[in-house]
């Protein structure tokens, strides 16, 4: 008999999470945000109407129970959208009706009609990228509004007297003076105007709700508020300039399509830029159309459009933007964090760390040091349909390409030099009998002379050409490595001192237009030093290698799913943390910390370990390392150092930069920045560690810096050390006893 | 009217000889600017005879050895043998354009120590390694190459008393087709004896291998001796990962590089026969590559080459002392320099050139030093113009081994010069003075005074 | 000073010895001694002319004459006096 109530609580221990997400998300989304402050005070307003408030939780524990059993998917259950359009409905309802059983039905037969209104826009919609926004409440109150017409026993709503009976039961006459006298004080008429079009997407139709609202933005989002005080100004300004009645704004009754539509098309659903704002902006005159004309078609029904202007255009803006080309400027965002400025912190540094990033890694086809003698849309010929295209060739200390006299092909360095395939594929075509040039003479009938084209996936073919004839190894058919000898450096076709031609391709055609495609990790030699390029092009007159991944640091970084990595601490009693390696359903590798659910999501090429994304706790063991070995170089150079930056907002937590979000889509005055160093105390030693910093610059100045370093031995990672803040962090490997 | 140049008069038998067949004998150049610098000059100001070393020459030399094995293999290191030369200077050029060193005692350590070379970038070979060397070469953690049983024992002993796991590689012989096979340098592969010796350091514990090293010979004409030594290392290599799970950082080649010198007796000349670093590069990377080893597990190849790098870069300066006529008829020309300080005289046949225009016309003539020792012949048969007492030669590709191995014997040792980069010359060693002959000796008491 | 009548000295400096069946080649300076030789002149003569003819001293020539003939005699081109 005692076991169900202990199921029973074990039932809600696990289910907690959800329920309380659930809940909140249910009040912040309708304002587009997930951030508790602002569900909590969004929740809050809605009380202040307490005869429409009450009806708010059920309404949503209803809607969820049903879905749940149902067996919908989860993600929209605690995403709020289903019970943030119950919630509508269920307040709209009560403002118009008494409470009755008839009422209760009606409430019941709401939410059902609802939910299922919701899931059938949802995934009708979604074929057109279209959110559903609140259009399940629109048409939901619409059809209850009408059908409730037929029902006899309901009755009408005697307005705010309740509000005052119920405060006077709870806090007698003090309270309800303090009520009577916020209501009747007197704001500005702009103000009040803004408050209660806020308040009244809750149906509360008082400037305080409104103004628990607009605290909770400010405080969830400074874009979110600036947007929404812009959205209204616009709005009222653009009916006042046509002389639309300007009372219904008063009353807030229609000025939330305004608020709403610019929330979510000037930071919601687009990363908020100039653009997006500009986007919200010219959206309004269509708002205001929609206001009006829609107001004049429903009066023939007898029912309020409350925000169906809203969930039209913006509805109609996301569907029509998607053919539009500008994703250059105006970027959808494709996974929705915390905030609009989590949003643009991440997308910048996205943007910034992975611009010209493409899937299939070309390696430079040799080893050694050579030189770029002609690059892109070199003066030579590379150009027109060949402009995307390389010549290397090898040079000595006084940039010369032979030795003296330079009258023979032998006496040119780069001549009989092993070419490699630049990554794995299979031969598509291969030329080798075609004779090499004296030098200085050409061959212009077979002008790529003996080639070699390799296709490495769909659409993707490589071309080395000028080969010397008879050296080529592989024939059509054969399946390369990365790294495989091709052939050697000849003087064969179009060539008139020995080199080296590399382009990409779309076609397995020799003579077909060249692809513009980048190198996806290699190292430039100047008389600065070495330093390392990722998905860039080599320039003429660069000196350039391929990276070779070091051994013990390529072991040391390769992660596999299932495997668990355990530190302990040297501090804090020695507590032991976890990370269990983990793949989701799109294939992403990350750290899961046990303890605090963080996740840090994570890429390795080979060449190069990098962290992409992290969720969770900030203050977790997992973020330090995240902060530590944001970006590691799998191979060791002495001296060179690699370099990169992280999202501004997982850094950068003040005051300060909770005011500099306001002006945030239009420039951000922090960075902050990261680099690492690979450091070895000797040549032929498989031990290596790991310098790197991570610091914060505001406009130039550095507000902070954080050490990090990671000890590899023998291919293990066996410890990392962070000093950020007040924090002081040892971490030593513990490996699983065999 | 003015007077001809004259010249001394000269008669010469035509017999007909191979080289004859080979055309006519190629003009007499006078070979007078090292680097753009006189040659005469450089006597006039450091004496005759003069050893000079060419900065622009060792540079290129090194760049194009590094250039043609770094681009058929990932990882590639030099590491510079100091026995070649190991004036400081040059080892620091070396040094300079990215090379270790390699060291075959106690003083060529300290030497590598005192140009400034990290301990770990230090290779130790040789046979002979005292236990106090070994403790210095474990406390620096140079990578000590063990040559028999005996320094491993000695070895295992050290590393235990220190507490250090020092770096260490085998000294690996073989056949490689060459005769004569080196086998008293190191472990045999054939005989297994070489991975007895591994056995021995992976299940002690007390040494860890890094590396296989061997050294199959000098002056080596095939570069096929080199495919057949890498692969039997190779082999090695790959049974010790299978084996003991372990993979080594490095295969050391060793050196034995010929240069273009032309041997004593040979029957090519030197420039012909001599492989280049391209085809001991190809032999080499070919085998490596292809082996069998795990991507990303690519052992780093190791080149100790010595004579390869520096030959070239050397010359000998020297002056004509006298002429006699033997009496078979033969012209002998004595020179300042001999045996004591061109060793390499005996192994080669080297280039010589006069430092001024002698006339065209070649006489047979054997070359003598100033020793008045009968083996000092510096060549037995020699076509040369006529030369005068006063007139400078040069000998070409002396870099290798005679500043080390040169004698303190009847002539006192001459200067050493090199040229910079632009051609400017600096003395890199002085000529030795009585004063450095007697600093250390001591004569005991009772010989102080003569007797008479 | 009497060459071996045997003894042929032809242009371009060869000289063949008809006897002995061997060839030689001469340098400008020992054909002119040949030369002189052959028209009957004695070593002072030979060497007055030189000195008149080349830039060098009276000893140097007298030394390399004195040497040539030395060699001469070797060969068996001049005859032993």
Not at chain 1, 544 to 570: C, D, K, M, N, Y
Request: aromatic content about 12%.
């Amino acid at each position: 008999m005692h076991r169900i109530p202990q199921l029973l609580l074990l039932k809600i221990r696990q289910l907690w999470p959800l329920l309380l997400d659930s809940t909140l998300n249910s009040y912040g989304q309708l304002f587009f945000s997930q951030n508790r402050v602002l569900s909590v005070m969004v929740m809050a307003a809605s009380f202040t109407n307490w005869e429409v408030g009450r009806w708010g939780l059920p309404a949503i524990w209803l809607t969820h129970a049903l879905a749940w059993i149902a067996g919908f998917d989860k993600s929209l259950i605690r995403g709020g959208m289903l019970g943030l359009n119950s919630l509508l409905v269920v307040f709209g309802l009560a403002l118009l009706f008494q409470v009755n059983v008839p009422f209760l039905l009606l409430l019941v037969a709401a939410c059902m009609f609802t939910l299922v209104i919701g899931i059938a826009l949802h995934y009708g919609l979604s074929h057109w990228g279209i959110p559903i926004l609140s259009l399940p409440f629109v048409l939901g109150i619409w059809m209850m509004e009408v059908a409730s017409r037929q029902f006899a026993l309901l009755e009408w709503s005697t307005g705010s007297i309740y509000t005052l009976n119920e405060l006077y039961k709870w806090g007698g006459s003090s309270l309800v003076q303090a009520y009577e006298v916020f209501l009747g004080l007197q704001l500005p008429s702009l103000i009040e105007g803004y408050l209660r079009s806020l308040a009244a997407i809750l149906f509360q139709n008082n400037w305080f709700a409104g103004l628990f609202i607009a605290l909770g933005l400010l405080v969830a989002s400074r874009i979110l508020f600036s947007l929404s005080v812009m959205g209204f100004l616009l709005g009222y300004g653009s009916q006042w300039m046509l002389g639309m009645d300007l009372a219904t704004l008063n009353y807030g009754a229609l000025g939330f399509n305004y608020v709403l539509t610019t929330l979510a098309l000037g930071g919601y659903f687009f990363i908020p830029n100039a653009h997006s704002y500009g986007l919200a902006m010219a959206v309004i005159p269509l708002v205001m159309t929609l206001n009006a004309g829609f107001s004049e078609f429903a009066k023939v029904f007898q029912v309020p459009i409350y925000s169906l202007p809203f969930a039209l255009a913006t509805g109609f803006m996301m569907y029509v933007i998607k053919f539009s080309n500008r994703t250059d400027v105006l970027a959808p965002v494709l996974l929705q964090l915390r905030s609009p400025e989590e949003n643009l912190y991440a997308y910048q540094n996205q943007k910034q760390r992975f611009k010209g990033f493409v899937w299939q890694q070309i390696h430079l086809p040799f080893y050694g040091t050579w030189r770029v003698s002609q690059g892109h849309n070199g003066g030579i010929t590379h150009r027109e349909h060949w402009q995307y295209a390389w010549d290397f060739d090898q040079t000595d200390a006084e940039g010369r390409t032979f030795e003296y006299p330079g009258t023979h092909r032998e006496d040119y360095y780069c001549y009989n030099l092993p070419v490699l395939a630049p990554t794995n594929g299979v031969v598509v075509a291969v030329q080798d009998h075609i004779p090499e040039n004296e030098i200085g003479k050409v061959n212009l009938v077979q002008n790529w002379g003996n080639t070699v084209i390799i296709q490495h996936t769909e659409g993707l073919y490589s071309k080395l050409s000028h080969l010397k004839g008879g050296t080529v190894c592989v024939k059509v058919g054969d399946v390369v490595q990365t790294g495989q000898r091709l052939g050697v450096v000849g003087n064969s076709g179009r060539s008139p001192e020995p080199h080296l031609h590399f382009q990409l391709q779309t076609t397995p055609y020799i003579g077909a237009a060249t692809l513009r495609y980048p190198i996806a990790a290699y190292l430039t030699h100047t008389a600065e030093g070495i330093a390392l390029r990722q998905y860039c092009y080599p320039e003429e007159g660069e000196q350039i290698s391929a990276v070779q991944s070091h051994a013990s640091l390529a072991a040391a970084f390769a992660f596999v799913p299932g495997q668990t990595v355990s530190f302990q601490r040297e501090d804090k009693d020695g507590e032991v943390t976890h990370w269990q390696v983990e793949t989701d359903a799109w294939n992403k590798t990350c750290f899961h910390e046990v303890a605090t659910g963080a996740r840090a999501y994570f890429v390795n090429d080979g060449t190069v370990f990098y962290f992409t994304h992290y969720e969770g706790d900030r203050k977790s063991d997992l973020f330090a390392f995240y902060m530590g070995c944001h970006k590691v170089l799998l191979a060791f150079y002495r001296g060179v150092s690699v370099f990169d930056e992280l999202p501004l907002h997982q850094i950068w937590q003040s005051p300060r930069r909770w005011i500099s979000d306001f002006w945030s889509p239009f420039y951000v005055a922090g960075k902050a920045t990261f680099a690492a160093i690979n450091e070895a105390s000797e040549e032929v030693s498989q031990d290596i560690s790991i310098c790197s910093s991570v610091e914060l610059f505001i406009r130039s100045d550095r507000k902070q810096q954080y050490a990090f370093k990671t000890e590899i031995v023998q291919g293990h990672i066996t410890a990392f050390s962070g000093q950020f803040g007040t924090i002081n962090l040892t971490l030593r490997r513990i490996f699983p006893a065999l | 009217m003015s007077k001809l140049r004259y010249e001394r008069p000269i008669i010469r038998m035509l017999n007909s000889t191979i080289t004859q067949k080979f055309g006519s004998s190629p003009g007499f150049k006078p070979f007078t600017h090292i680097d753009g610098m006189s040659v005469k000059e450089l006597i006039a100001d450091y004496g005759s005879p003069l050893f000079v070393v060419s900065e622009r020459t060792l540079r290129q030399t090194y760049k194009a050895a590094y250039r043609a094995f770094s681009t058929r293999y990932p990882k590639v290191q030099f590491a510079w043998s100091y026995k070649t030369n190991y004036l400081g200077a040059v080892c620091q050029i070396f040094h300079q354009e990215g090379s270790w060193a390699e060291v075959v005692s106690r003083f060529e350590f300290e030497k590598a120590l005192r140009n400034g070379v990290a301990g770990n970038k230090i290779i130790f070979n040789g046979p002979e390694k005292t236990e106090d060397d070994l403790r210095t070469a474990v406390q620096y953690g140079a990578l000590i190459h063990i040559d028999h049983f005996d320094e491993l024992n000695m070895l295992s002993m050290v590393a235990v008393e220190l507490g250090v796991k020092p770096k260490v590689a085998i000294r690996v012989n073989m056949d490689t087709g060459v005769y004569p096979i080196w086998d008293r340098f190191g472990f045999n592969y054939e005989s297994g004896q070489a991975m007895e010796a591994i056995q021995k350091i992976m299940t002690d514990g007390f040494l860890e291998l890094v590396g296989l090293h061997c050294h199959i010979g000098t002056f080596m004409l095939s570069a096929d001796a080199y495919r057949i030594a890498t692969e039997k290392l190779s082999k090695l290599a790959l049974h010790i990962a299978e084996h003991f799970g372990h993979s080594l950082s490095y295969l050391d080649l060793g050196g034995g590089f010929a240069t273009k010198n032309t041997l004593r007796g040979a029957y090519l000349n030197g420039a012909d026969a001599a492989p280049s670093f391209h085809d001991y590069a190809e032999a080499i990377t070919d085998v490596l590559l292809n082996a069998g080893f795990q991507a990303g597990q690519l052992p780093t190849l190791i080149l100790e080459t010595g004579r390869a790098l520096v030959d070239d870069a050397g010359y000998l300066l020297g002056s004509v002392i006298a002429n006699k006529r033997l009496s078979d008829g033969r012209r002998a020309t004595i020179l300042d320099f001999g045996v004591n300080i061109l060793f390499t005289a005996f192994w080669y046949e080297h280039t010589i050139s006069t430092a001024q225009a002698c006339g065209q016309y070649g006489e047979d003539a054997v070359l003598y030093g100033p020793l008045c020792m009968n083996i000092d012949v510096i060549r037995e048969h020699i076509k040369l113009p006529p030369l005068n007492r006063g007139d400078q030669v040069v000998v070409h590709r002396v870099g290798a081994y005679n500043m080390t191995q040169w004698m303190q014997f009847i002539t006192l040792r001459p200067n050493v010069v090199l040229l910079d980069m632009d051609g400017k010359p600096h003395l890199m060693r002085a000529a030795e003075t009585l004063d450095d002959l007697v600093l250390n000796e001591s004569i005991p008491e009772h010989l102080m005074e003569l007797v008479h | 000073m009497i060459i071996n009548p045997n003894v042929v000295v032809r242009e371009g400096g060869f000289v063949f010895h008809a006897e002995r069946g061997d060839s030689f080649s001469v340098n400008p300076v020992g054909a002119e001694i040949l030369r002189l030789l052959r028209q009957g002149q004695t070593v002072a003569e030979v060497v007055q002319e030189l000195e008149n003819r080349y830039d060098a001293d009276v000893a140097t020539i007298e030394k390399d004459v004195t040497d040539f003939f030395d060699v001469l005699r070797h060969y068996q081109i001049l005859e032993a006096s």
